[in-house]
């Protein structure tokens, strides 16, 4: 259901996070940002650096049907990431989106068989403690913990316009990307990603 405001500012949410390879960003500003689902129909070209097994139980679970985005970028799929030492970004998008889009929102990730999901709405907002999701740091060794971190907004769409990216966020030492327009910031105070 698409609500007339957005349930996101009572909790002080002005961005929401979609983390993507590199090599994809030219396309996304191109086309937005896209679900799986319709990436795959329309055969557009596009790495992809998530676990194979995860994106298994998401397409049995019909989430591809959607467009993940976080709260919190200080999570187990961006650890992985730096990880592995992938080439990717994170695009800051403006929360007010979910007032054009219907949304969802789950309280870990929503591929956990324990996820509950539920209409994006205030009190389903207060329902997955929505206040520690957005205020821990790290998850360290806490199973639980990684799993809520990965809380997530699930836009059913097709496309979210690229009006709606407000810049890309590069972890400190990488390297500006080239041939895009959209503002391009720095983390330097490990906002964003994880240190080291």
Same mark, same amino acid.
């Given at each position: ?33 896209? !679900?799986?689902?319709?990436?795959? $129909? #329309?055969?557009? &070209? ?7 097994? %995860? ?57 956990? !068989?324990?996820?509950?999901?539920? $209409? #994006?709405?205030? &009190? ?7 206040? %520690? ?14 799993k809520r971190l990965g809380a997530e907004i699930l836009v059913k769409i097709d496309m979210i316009e690229p009006e709606w990216i407000e810049c890309i966020i590069l972890d400190r030492t990488a390297e500006k990307i080239k041939g895009i327009s959209i503002r391009q910031l720095r983390d330097s105070g490990y906002t964003y990603y994880f240190e080291g």
């Amino acid at each position: 259901m698409v609500t007339s405001s957005n349930p996101l500012q009572a909790f002080g949410v002005k961005h929401l996070y979609y983390l993507s390879p590199v090599k994809n960003i030219p396309s996304i500003l191109e086309h937005g940002v896209m !679900s799986k689902m319709a990436v795959e $129909t #329309l055969e557009i &070209p596009y790495d992809d650096y998530s676990d194979q097994t %995860v994106q298994t139980i998401r397409e049995r679970k019909s989430l591809h049907e959607y467009v993940p985005l976080f709260f919190n970028t200080r999570n187990a799929m961006t650890f992985r990431y730096q990880k592995e030492n992938r080439d990717f970004a994170i695009l800051r998008l403006n929360s007010d989106l979910v007032t054009h889009y219907d949304c969802l929102v789950s309280d870990r990730i929503a591929a956990c !068989s324990d996820a509950e999901i539920y $209409t #994006l709405s205030e &009190p389903a907002l207060k329902k997955i403690n929505i206040e %520690v999701v957005l205020s821990t740091r790290n998850f360290y060794d806490n199973w639980l913990l990684k799993k809520r971190l990965g809380a997530e907004i699930l836009v059913k769409i097709d496309m979210i316009e690229p009006e709606w990216i407000e810049c890309i966020i590069l972890d400190r030492t990488a390297e500006k990307i080239k041939g895009i327009s959209i503002r391009q910031l720095r983390d330097s105070g490990y906002t964003y990603y994880f240190e080291g």
